[in-house]
């Protein structure tokens, strides 16, 4: 799958299918690839996807990934540049964990050109009681040995360093107030449907609610039993929900 050279660094992404776009934005550390196996032959039976490894993960390296406090809002920007460049001036948007956060700041940074949003283990502020739950899982070797391995196979030995500079990253964004789009919400003008693990050990209930409150007009949808993987855990009913989203007139 082709790299494309933007902002100084070559964007690594693949597509799939044919139809009106849908680019697909992982998590913290994630691929486009890796992160959304359930998602990928399902979609791209009616749509053309796109799934990009963000700046300084998977393939898109190097550069080797750093955390300013902009650093959302920089992957925002990578991804819409991205979107330019393959020739989509309007396309829907599912975003993952910070793949929800970039996602959302692709729509207030641009809302003629997100048809729709789908937003699932996203938090549009850090609070408390995320970054508490970052710190106890700081060490890799906390990790479940399955996340672990899987992680490792794409970053080897530069595994734990990368980690710790994502947890340093979010330690600081809290520190300097924790706004990540909490206050840019009512900017997001397009349809959207926000889901949610009830049981997500990173991201609060209050999160998704404060999301929904700030979109007019936006939707929920809670999975009892989801934790943060709701997308994999509940592929198929995740994929006809969120399909159904996206046939809404």
Not at 131 to 155: K, P
Not at 159 to 167: G, P, T
Not at 240 to 247: C, D, G, N, P
Request: aromatic residues 12%; proline residues 6%.
């Amino acid at each position: 799958m082709p790299k494309l050279a933007l902002h100084g660094f070559s964007m690594y992404y693949e597509t799939y299918g044919t139809g009106q776009p849908i680019v697909f934005i992982p998590g913290a550390l994630g691929t486009g690839k890796a992160d959304f196996g359930y998602q990928l032959p399902w979609f791209s039976q009616t749509y053309q996807i796109i799934a990009p490894d963000p700046r300084g993960y998977g393939e898109s390296r190097p550069p080797e990934r750093d955390y300013p406090l902009d650093f959302y809002q920089r992957d925002a920007e990578d991804v819409l540049a991205l979107m330019t460049a393959l020739g989509h001036d309007e396309f829907t948007v599912f975003g993952w964990s910070d793949g929800a956060n970039i996602g959302a700041l692709m729509a207030t940074n641009s809302p003629e050109r997100i048809r729709r949003l789908v937003l699932w283990g996203g938090n549009s502020y850090l609070s408390a009681e995320e970054i508490a739950a970052f710190q106890a899982m700081r060490s890799v070797s906390s990790w479940s040995q399955r996340d672990a391995d899987a992680m490792r196979q794409t970053y080897g030995d530069s595994l734990n360093a990368l980690w710790e500079r994502y947890v340093v990253g979010l330690e600081a964004l809290y520190a300097a107030g924790g706004d990540i789009y909490r206050s840019q919400l009512n900017g997001i003008k397009c349809p959207t449907l926000v889901l949610h693990g009830e049981k997500d050990p990173l991201v609060p209930s209050f999160h998704p609610g404060t999301i929904c409150q700030g979109i007019r007009g936006s939707l929920l949808h809670v999975f009892p039993e989801g934790k943060h993987k709701i997308h994999a855990k509940y592929a198929a009913e995740f994929n006809q929900l969120t399909s159904a989203f996206l046939a809404q007139q």
